[in-house]
């Protein structure tokens, strides 16, 4: 369906800001404006809900979390930026991997399967849109993904 995304990015925040428990405090920078994308909207919803996850689950006490949307020519960029430990060069490809997950033990203690990226990088594909990652040891970890823009055709009404 063609839908307006950003409400339903307020509304996934909403829900993540009344639920923490946890120090941490999120940045919105959203653009106030409408922003048409062609999406299954619980799709979208699954794969902000996993980066968001991951983000608060790395993230260090007292950690902000930046929530990024930027309108381009053709696309809309999600990013979601953490301060978390970060993950090393060799392996920030490897993350969108099934089972794939840094460092064994440190992750085995904080939960999870390893399937919550490779799921949303499936997700996001499946809708022409791109997802990677970019990361600093010890400084934080962003999580980018793009949705092509509908271009809505004069006169018509959907
Ligand atoms: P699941 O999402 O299935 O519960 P998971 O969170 O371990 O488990 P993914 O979401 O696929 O799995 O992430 C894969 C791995 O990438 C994680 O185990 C973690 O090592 C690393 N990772 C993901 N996001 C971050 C982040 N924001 N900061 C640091 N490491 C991360
Ligand atoms: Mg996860």
Redesign the pocket.
């Known amino acids: 369906k063609r839908i307006d995304i950003i409400p339903v990015f307020h509304h996934i925040l909403d829900r993540f800001e009344m639920n923490k428990t946890e120090l941490i405090h999120f940045d919105r920078k959203i653009p106030n404006e409408r922003i048409f994308v062609w999406v299954d909207q619980d799709k979208i919803t699954q794969v902000t809900d ?2 968001m ?3 608060i ?3 260090p006490e007292g950690g902000k979390i930046t929530f990024q949307v930027v309108k381009e020519a053709h696309r809309l960029r999600v990013s ?1 930026s ?1 301060q ?4 090393d060069r060799e ?1 920030v490809e ?10 064994k033990a ?2 085995r203690e ?11 990088k499936e997700i996001i594909e499946a809708h022409h849109g791109q997802i990677w ?1 970019s ?1 600093k040891e010890g400084k ?4 980018y993904f793009t949705l092509p823009l509908t271009k809505r055709k004069r006169g018509s009404r959907k």
């Open positions: 996993n980066i996850s991951n983000a689950k790395y993230s979601i953490d978390g430990l970060g993950i392996k490897k993350i969108f991997e099934r089972f794939y997950r840094v460092d440190r992750s904080l939960g999870g399967t390893g399937l919550g990226l490779a799921i949303s990652a990361s934080g970890t962003t999580i």
